[in-house]
């Protein structure tokens, strides 16, 4: 089963990303490089909750 996550800016703590993430098989967050719109640059997005 898939749960929906949604991913924070580690710079500035924007949260805007959402990704699916397996609950079954992950026990740690999510991190993702992304681009944070907020910021203009690639940061480090980890899971909110």
């Known amino acids: 089963m ?3 996550v ?5 710079e500035c703590s924007s949260r ?3 990704s699916y993430k397996n ?5 740690e ?3 993702v ?3 944070c719109k ?3 640059k690639h940061t480090l997005h ?4």
């Open 2 to 4: 898939r749960k929906k």
């Open 23 to 27: 609950q079954t098989n992950q026990a």
């Open 16 to 18: 805007n990303y959402s």
């Open 6 to 10: 949604s991913l924070a800016c580690e």
């Open 38 to 40: 907020r910021c203009g």
């Open 33 to 35: 490089r992304k681009f």
């Open 46 to 49: 980890r899971e909110t909750k």
């Open 29 to 31: 967050r999510l991190e």
